[in-house]
């Protein structure tokens, strides 16, 4: 009895699968992602994503970001962080217009903008860190990190001289005084 015969895509076509396409439509997440959100199942796409960006080696990590965030991805975050369209796109500075038409063609979010929306996915998954460091704490069961995040960015902080974490997400030096403060509260500088 034979083999059966199995054709594979020529090589140039299976590269691009999970990569942006000529009209600058987003196939799935790109490279290694495609792989991991058909594992994922049913899993939400940010949750895959935030997974992917929390385990990507170096490497992985900079061509995410690089490639930046599927539309799909971004609309899911929006949702759940419960922020209106508007408010993001101020805390990632796009404009409107811009926003617009990478929701309408399903194009990546790359750039300063695609960085200020994995900043965001940092940002949740640091909050998910430091729950699953309070594994006695009974307030951390069923806590909705993502609709925690979408509150405490439009708080003003006094660490952050009176800001919102919010106005601060768009640059990098921004951020990183973020997760700062976000350490802080951890360790209990700041309650």
Known sequence: MSEPITR??????????????????????????????????KRPPVKAFRNLLRTAPLTERIRIEREGVPSR??????????????????????????????????????????????????????????????????????????????GWIRRPQPALGGMAPAELMDTPSGRESVMRVLGAIQSGAYQ
């Open 73 to 150: 991805v971004v609309k899911a975050l929006i949702d759940q962080i419960g922020v209106s369209s508007t408010d993001f796109q101020a805390y990632v500075g796009i404009p409107k217009a811009t926003f617009t038409k990478k929701m309408r063609e399903q194009q990546q979010f790359a750039g300063a903008s695609g960085q200020s929306v994995v900043g965001f996915m940092d940002l949740i998954n640091r909050v998910e860190d430091m729950l699953a460091a309070e594994q006695d704490n009974p307030a951390a069961t069923g806590f909705d990190v993502e609709k925690w995040v979408g």
């Open 8 to 41: 594979q895509a020529p090589r140039r076509v299976r590269k691009r699968v999970g990569t942006t396409g000529a009209k600058g439509k987003e196939a799935a997440f790109p490279g290694r992602e495609a792989a991991s959100v058909k594992s994922a199942g």
